[in-house]
Nanobody, 123 residues
């Protein structure tokens, strides 16, 4: 059982940067694989990035690779998504998610979800 709360979204111009944060409750945060997903209007939720339980392995969608960095601080029960060189097509609600076990990139494999934070990138 874990509760997730995202923050850090907002309105930025194309080429700008944002850092999203996800604060998790509980004492077992380090046992969860963490991921970021996003959903744009009229589209399905899609994978963005994931990080292993110990933070030693990361995975990225091809659409964001090289522009985003996922990290975690298990002592603070927090996972981050740093986004650079943002594009209008990055506009979406960004969700933090957690799953038990090893790292995954499939939406349905994640059990716990935050409420989402809006990211809007203007041209």
């Amino acid at each position: 059982q874990v509760q997730l709360v995202e923050s850090g979204g907002g309105l930025v111009q194309a080429g700008g940067s944002l850092r999203l944060s996800c604060a998790a409750s509980g004492r077992t945060f380090s046992r969860y694989t963490m991921g970021w997903f996003r959903q744009a209007p009229g589209k399905e939720r899609e994978f963005v990035a994931a990080i292993s339980r110990g933070g030693t392995a990361t995975y990225y969608a091809d659409s964001v690779k090289g522009r985003v960095t996922i990290s975690r601080d298990n002592a603070k029960n927090t996972v981050y998504l740093e986004m650079n060189n943002l594009r209008p097509e990055d506009t979406a609600v960004y969700y933090c998610a957690a799953k038990e076990g090893s790292t995954g990139v499939v939406v349905n494999s994640y059990e716990y979800w935050g409420q989402g934070t809006q990211v809007t990138v203007s041209s």
